[in-house]
């Protein structure tokens, strides 16, 4: 699988100016955000970590996602999202924390959440987000995107700071 690309440099400067620190709540991508930031000399500086909670019993035990949320709403939600991103901030102690969930396929989709619906959710000092967004393409595609559009949110959202 190919790692994504992004503008580093400004995901760097954002962090740097705060003294903030970043992590990852990653199911459908499976750490592709991890390891596409990790191959960049200088982000120890701000990045902790991340959890790939691919298993519901993952996103559950680790990251504090409640069973009802899974089971009423799907793995594959805004509200799932929410709580994986305010779960990754907390057991990984970060300032902003970035999490995604979806259906990367080939199968697995239902007619309300066809294969290559992906959900994020974004959180940091005073700031919290989630998102939707259905991608087109196989599966590593379908990764790719997702973990490209967690990286675009993200400056975004410090870009904004």
Request: overall charge neutral; some cysteine.
């Amino acid at each position: 699988m190919s790692l994504v690309d992004f503008d580093v440099a400004a995901l760097k400067e954002g962090f740097a100016l705060h003294a903030w620190t970043l992590g990852f709540a990653e199911s459908c991508t499976g750490g592709l955000m991890s390891a596409s930031l990790a191959r960049h000399s200088g982000v120890s500086s701000f990045f902790k970590g991340s959890v790939v909670s691919y298993a519901g019993s993952v996103k559950s035990q680790v990251l504090g996602v409640q069973a009802s949320t899974m089971l009423s709403q799907g793995q594959v939600s805004r509200q799932t999202a929410k709580q994986m991103v305010e779960g990754a901030r907390q057991v990984l102690d970060v300032d902003w924390a970035v999490s995604v969930t979806g259906i990367a396929g080939p199968s697995g989709g239902t007619v309300d959440k066809p294969v290559g619906t992906v959900c994020f959710g974004i959180s940091g000092p005073g700031f919290a987000e989630t998102y939707q967004q259905l991608f087109k393409g196989n599966r590593e595609e379908v990764q790719q995107q997702a973990a490209q559009f967690g990286f675009e949110l993200l400056l975004k959202a410090l870009g904004n700071r």
